[in-house]
Nanobody, 115 residues
Framework: QVQLVESGGGLVQPGGSLRLSCAAS????????MGWYRQAPGKQRELVAV???????NYTDSVKGRFTISRDNAKNTMYLQMNSLKPEDTAVYYC?????????WGQGTQVTVSS
């Protein structure tokens, strides 16, 4: 059974940095994409960053130049490095893995950017 477990969230001041991790347990076949989503209170869940199976990445405009998505295949782990954090980045962050047949989601990790 596949599980995705996020970690690395927390409280950080504006301008600070956090690195989120998403560790996958179990074997996931035919991965098409891996990504990070976030959901702020009262808002819809939005895609933050995605890495396609070939290695290309894409980011929502509001995080370009500040966030970096990466993966370590040997560790079955995906990361989201978040720099220059802003209060509007406050949200629950979820990792997501899309395969040919299934979507997998983590339980979410809270990121709060506040002074």
């Amino acid at each position: 059974q596949v599980q995705l477990v996020e970690s690395g969230g927390g409280l950080v001041q504006p301008g600070g940095s956090l690195r989120l991790s998403c560790a996958a347990s179990g074997i996931i076949f035919r991965i098409r994409a891996m990504g990070w989503y976030r959901q702020a209170p009262g808002k819809q869940r939005e895609l933050v960053a995605v890495i396609i199976s070939g290695g290309s990445t894409n980011y929502t405009d509001s995080v370009k130049g500040r966030f970096t998505i990466s993966r370590d295949n040997a560790k079955n782990t995906m990361y989201l490095q978040m720099n220059s954090l802003k209060p509007e980045d406050t949200a629950v962050y979820y990792c997501n893995v899309v395969t040919a047949t299934l979507d997998y989601w983590g339980q979410g990790t809270q990121v709060t950017v506040s002074s």
